[in-house]
Nanobody, 120 residues
Framework: QVQLVESGGSLVQAGGSLRLSCAVS????????AGWFRQAPGKEREFVAA????????YYEDAVKGRFTISRDNAKNTVYLQMNSLKPEDTAVYYC?????????????WGQGTQVTVSS
C-alpha cells in the first residue's frame, strides 16, 4: 500500500511563504513522476506543478510560475513545494500526486491533502 503524507500547510498572510512536503512510502519512488494539485472550495482539483523522475525538469500552472518551486529528494522519498509571494487565491487543499505506470497502464497515488489558507 503506497502512502503519501503531506505536511506544511498553514494559515499565512498574503505575500508570505510556505513549504509543503510529501513523504512517500513507495520504495520505487524514484521511478515515479511527482506533482502537486490543489482544490479550492467549490472548484475542481487543478494541476499546480510536476517534476520528472530525475528532478531535472519541472512544469507549472501559469498562475504559480515564478512563485512556486517543486523539487524532490529521491534519497528521502520526498517531494516539496516551495510557495512564495502567496496570494489569497492560492487558498486551497494541496494534494501530492505520484504518477507512473504498472504493466503499461497509468497509475496514480494521492495523499490526503494539506490545507493552505492565505489571508489578505
Amino acid at each position: 500500500q503506497v502512502q503519501l503524507v503531506e505536511s506544511g500547510g498553514s494559515l499565512v498572510q498574503a505575500g508570505g511563504s510556505l513549504r509543503l512536503s510529501c513523504a512517500v512510502s513507495e520504495p520505487a519512488f524514484s521511478t515515479y513522476a511527482a506533482g502537486w494539485f490543489r482544490q479550492a472550495p467549490g472548484k475542481e482539483r487543478e494541476f499546480v506543478a510536476a517534476i520528472i523522475v530525475s528532478g531535472s525538469s519541472a512544469y507549472y500552472e501559469d498562475a504559480v510560475k515564478g512563485r512556486f518551486t517543486i523539487s524532490r529528494d529521491n534519497a528521502k522519498n520526498t517531494v516539496y513545494l516551495q510557495m512564495n509571494s502567496l496570494k489569497p487565491e492560492d487558498t486551497a487543499v494541496y494534494y501530492c500526486n505520484l504518477h507512473g505506470t504498472s504493466w503499461g497502464l497509468p497509475i496514480d497515488y494521492w495523499g490526503q491533502g494539506t490545507q493552505v489558507t492565505v489571508s489578505s
